[in-house]
């Protein structure tokens, strides 16, 4: 081989070696980049997962809380509805005595109007009539 042509193959083995350093190099970055990009892209997904279970236990606890509100709703509405029961029940139980008690009363009223409305209805007596009882 002549001296020409070996400088030419090793001008050409020069440049490709160049060429491939420089591929090498940048499919070298493109690889770094990719694996901070990667890096990056496995953070963001566990913090959206992390965000989205933070959110989960909120919303679940927010449910915990509306059931434990009706809960004690239907617990009072309940011990209302036996107060009310209990004393319609007393009423009942009682019914006979309660009739009893409103009957005096009515007939207390109409003795005390019959007696007053009586007293003021006699005529006026002088002494002596009162003495005799209205006779003389």
Known sequence: MTDDK?????????????AASSSTAAARATA?????????????????AQSVGDTTQRVS?????????GQQVVA??????VEVAGTAW??????????AAAAAGVAGVAGAAFAIG???????MGPLTRLARGRI
């Open 90 to 99: 007393t009423v009942i139980k009682h019914r006979k005595a309660a009739a």
């Open 61 to 69: 606890r927010a449910a915990v809380a509306g059931l434990q509100t």
């Open 6 to 18: 070996k400088n030419t193959r090793s001008t050409t083995a020069a440049s490709a070696k160049k």
């Open 32 to 48: 770094g980049t990719a694996k901070e990009s990667a890096q990056e892209a496995k953070k963001s997904t566990v913090s959206t």
């Open 118 to 124: 009586r007293s003021t209805a006699k005529p006026q």
């Open 76 to 81: 009072a509405n309940t011990a209302k509805a």
